[in-house]
């Protein structure tokens, strides 16, 4: 067909000459002109001499470290120069990353997680001070960097920078290669904040070519010690519902790699694997690889040899002395620190591991699971991308297949095609604090929806993909029944004194029960009575500290006494 | 519970002894016993210095680029110092890979694609001088290195090294910093091969300190073009199933974001954009962003302006100046090179677009799609990654919730929850070369399970997956179907001249017809006539050529005549 080649587009290279040009008006703010670094004073002139109206613009920051230099002087913009921006973040998580939009700076952002500002989120939202894009599971929202949601600018952090701008992260090395990679080689400008500038980097986590300004700014950057878990607060009730994990579901399907959620459910369950795992003769058998950031509540475990390979999304506040002397089982450089990475992190969470086993704040009569609350706009960080199936697995555990060939439903979906599948376990307490129901008929979600104007109620892990759900009552096997009646049946049985659990047939359960459908306690042959705290092999941080041989410095949250 | 402190393992730092004890025994070998350079000459003396009987060893090579001369040292090392070895890797492609074992030095593989020495695998399966642990796609096998399959030596490629060890890959990063970041940071040792030393790099694409040897081979690594099409090639029933698949698909779904699989029948839509989605004045509303090796069938559209993005997984021979002459399309390092990365753009393949669409061999009456042939263990690298819905995914484009609200079947799956999907489309003629039926009653797939000693029979992409499927017939779009039995009357509808074909039931056609859930062409408003050649808008390649304004150097093994 005779189209003219001659016909089409003739700039090629805008992205080039913008970052040219924005990379020159930066450069007499570098030290001497020529060099990387700028002074942490001309932070704000800088951000205004490169950032413009309208761009993209990436802040690094998850749930540990954060670019919290970068993110304060981005409030402190000239709203007249630097405005409507589109944020695309990991985390809102600072009061910075609000305030960014309260000052009218930005006006849209693509994000994952806004736990500890959620609340502010929604009330932005509603008076029309931010627009949200979407909400993403990470390796999601690092795929769109890739694909329609480039950074023209993005603010990164690390520890240390050499002279050419090389970067070295130390522990926290979490989102920075995918942020770096996406913005640097599609002609964005890359801008890091450092601690300080020396000699010689311990190792090179980001090349320094990949880097266009560094600012030093003499103290650490904020991070969060969010996976840590007082083990003095795990209450009996986790070590119940823990129990019923390890008998009834790490010891039944074998299972050996997997990610946990974070919370004093999946806690309890770290601390019991010395003892009551032990009993039961699984170690070496069960949760041999994991995904997961370095859990203090891990350390029992990993002493005793249960634990043959962590992979770290981050780190924690704390256990950095620990992992660096524990090379044979977290991933380490030659410097002795931990290599954390989240997007690889995330894929092996997704790709690699046999289960994922979290708690959750709300299931519905399906089994549609959600954290989501009215007037917090949350997020779901990584457990969407955990707690599905992985549908382009191909490799085939003893899990995997043992639960594939149980899956009632998979006929009427696949015909005699045997495959596999993930174990997606929740956790849930039939009623949360003030006796709230945690087992519903709707969930909160479809408010949500509406209150965030979303087009579809923000799930965390959907019905289809949970196959056990376990509260105090039992544990219910989702992915043995051959219907959705029936998983709402079975859910009913375990939804205790609930709206939900009084629908329950006690024929119905006693059947379900009697197919191996739904499990109690008394099925499992667990006694309640053994069902408490003494089992675990540590209950204070202190005994953590022990266990870790003293190189587990407990954070400063977690020495003085914790209100819930 | 009282377990004491001190009872568990005492050794945390044998990977790092390992590590130590093996450098140093290379050492000797490095030019003046300080730096990293080794002679290639020493190659092999060097891989017997480092590399372990039993050893898991990663050898890179991918679809593209290869670490030829290492893969071929390794058949040379003495079989009394090196055996046993467990080769994690990408590809086998070279006969080098298959020669490994032949010789005895290797005995099991884990792998992803096989396709060039498929006949070989299950040849040397047969002979008992291979053991396939199993068979991933690329993104899980990445995320297995971090979890329960991290190599203790990798093998890897890049075209320059500085001094330091420092690595330029040039356009073809693709598997090198998965590789890399998995081995050196669990303790595990580095050889890079080069072509040659530098000493200033154009930028670096893996830090110096990552890397324990260099190897400079004074030729370029092995590449293949392997996602070349020849226009003239592609054949008028192409034609006819892209004009549907533009038609039916992409304008009423607004399918912005995608990723094609290899092959003609995606070459052509790749070359029916500029002239029949034009006509259909779809420039700018379909096929905007994508995940995508450079391929050359996607000139005329970039040059048209129908593109604003392409993330690519790997390079392709003949492009590099066209790639490197439109940095605002791909991503582009300021040294005017792609860089390409596997494992991103794979995950974004998975998580970020809203389409999948490629070729198959052989589907089943469930849907279900495979290329495997009985003899050949070929695997399916990408395609089981982006030919799957994205379970976690969160972000709802147009064509994901719209999908979503048409799929019959979701509520049997999560109840009243509406939630969107990936489309993933499957194009097949009824009938393949030799007259071959290519849609079945039962896969080959299940024979070769048997012959290859797999658990499930390898299926690159599942019925419950795959949202339509398009013959020259017509166009099914299975996600409509309200039940298993539906989804069979429907692929019935569309295959022709085969046996599943003739079981259709003429009735039942109309229905499904009637429902729009299968579609012909004259449903589709396409006449089979205007289904021909000379709608590409390039109908060879020196028409590439001209549109690329002369960038594109098309491949030797393009220039001369080619046989089928």
Known sequence: MSIPVTAGRKDWESGRQEYKKRVERGKPLTKNGSTKIVDSDNAVTLLEAIIQPGDRVAIEGNNQKQADFLADCLCRVDKSKVNKLHMVQSVISRPSHCEIFERGIAEKVDFSFSGPQSTQVSRL??????????????????????????????????????????LYTGPNTEDTPAIVEATHFKQGIVIAEVESIVDKLPRVDIPGDWIDFIIPTGKPCYIEPLFTRDPSRI????????????????????????????????????????????????????????????????????ELGFVDSV????????????????????????????????????????????????????????????TAVVNRIAGFGGAPNMGCDAGGRRHSSEAWVKIGKESAMMPSLIGDMPRGRKLVVQMV??????????????????????????????VMIYGDAVTQIVTEVGLAHLHKCASLQEREAAIKAIAGDTDLGKQADPAETADLRQRKIVQTCEDLEIDPRDANRSLLVAQTMDELVEWSGGRYKVPEQFRKPQKE
Not at 333 to 353: E, T
Not at 429 to 450: F, H, N, S, Y
Request: aromatic share 8%.
């Open 125 to 166: 939202l509603q008076e029309s001070k931010m627009q949200v894009g979407e909400i993403h599971t990470y390796l999601e929202l690092f795929s769109r960097y890739f694909v329609d949601l480039t950074p023209r600018v993005a603010l990164v952090v690390a520890a240390r920078a050499d002279q050419d701008g090389n």
């Open 235 to 302: 209450r009996d009730v986790n070590v119940l519902i823990g129990m019923m994990v390890i008998k009834g579901i790490y010891r039944e399907y074998g299972v050996r790699s997997l990610n946990h959620g974070i919370g004093y459910a999946t806690a309890a369950i770290e601390l019991l694997l010395p003892t009551y795992a032990q009993q039961l003769g699984l170690r070496g058998k069960i949760c041999t690889h994991w995904t997961l950031n370095p859990h203090p509540t891990l350390i029992p475990a990993i």
């Open 311 to 370: 992979h770290c999304f981050g780190s924690e506040v704390g256990m950095e002395e620990y992992v660096a002397a524990r090379p044979d089982i977290f991933f380490v450089g030659p410097d002795g620190n931990l290599r954390s990475n989240r997007a690889f992190s995330q894929a092996a969470g997704h790709y690699a591991v046999d289960a994922f086993v979290g708690a959750t704040l709300q299931i519905d009569r399906y089994g549609n699971s959600s």
């Open 429 to 458: 307490e039939t009623r949360g604090p003030q006796g709230i129901q945690c087992l519903v008929d709707k969930l909160d979600a479809w408010d949500l929806m509406k209150q965030a104007g979303l087009k579809v109620p923000p």
